[in-house]
Every structure is written in C-alpha cells, then in structure tokens.
C-alpha cells in the first residue's frame, strides 16, 4: 500500500521560498497522479498543484501558478513542491497525495474535490508571515 510522508514545512517571512518534499513508498511498478492540497482550519482542503508520476504537464491553482513548482525525482521516490514569492494567504497545512484511479488527471485532481481512493501524507505545516 501506498505510504507517503512529507517535511519541509516551516515559518518563513512574505516574499520569501519553502521546498516541500513528500517521500513515497509501496507504489511498486504502478502509475499514479501525484499532488499537494493544503487545508486551514475550518476551510475545506484545497488543491494547489499535481502532476503525473511519469513527469508529464503539470497542473497549478490559480492562486499559486507561477509561484509554486511541482517537481518528481524518480530515483528518490520523491514529488517536491517549491514554493516562492510566499504570501500570507499560502499558510496552512500542506498535504501529498496519491491517486491511483486510471481516468484521473493532474488538472482533474486539483479541481474537482473527488477524494475517493487517494492516498494521503500525514501532512507539514507552512506558516507565512
């Protein structure tokens, strides 16, 4: 089964750049569409960027597109998130997900809040301020 565990959160002043990285296990050979959503509390979980474990496009949110850039090295098992020119609004709790379902795409993940099956990090706090 599918393990993911993330890090790199952190407290970082405006204006400022965070890279998060999300390690991945037990995939084996399988293909997946991989993310990062982020969730404040009492808002609903959001999602921010994902892109297709083979390395193919990418899909960015409105509200981080050309700030953050999804990134997977294959031979670390790991998807990364680099953030820059952070903004307050960017703080929350950050989460790496996995999605096996075989008609899912990176834009479709992010848009369509359909989180049946997904496989989901514990999660790494990013603070702006």
């Known amino acids: 089964h599918v393990q993911l565990v993330e890090s790199g959160g952190g407290s970082v002043q405006a204006g400022g750049s965070l890279r998060l990285s999300c390690e991945a296990s037990?995939?084996?050979?399988?293909?997946?569409?991989m993310g990062w959503f982020r969730q404040v509390p009492g808002q609903e979980r959001e999602g921010v960027a994902a892109?297709?474990?083979?390395?193919?496009?990418?899909y960015y949110s409105d509200s981080v597109r050309g700030r953050f850039t999804i990134a997977l090295d294959k031979h670390k098992n790991t998807l990364y998130l680099i953030m820059n020119k952070l903004k307050p609004e960017d703080s929350a709790m950050y989460y790496c997900?996995?999605?096996?379902?075989?008609?899912?795409?990176?834009?479709?993940?992010?848009?369509?809040?359909?989180?049946?099956?997904?496989?989901w990090g514990q999660g790494t706090q990013v603070t702006v301020s």
């Open positions: 997900v996995a999605d096996p379902r075989m008609e899912s795409t990176p834009g479709w993940l992010v848009e369509n809040r359909d989180y049946d099956r997904l496989y």
């Open positions: 037990g995939h084996q050979h399988n293909s997946y569409t």
């Open positions: 892109v297709y474990t083979n390395g193919d496009n990418a």
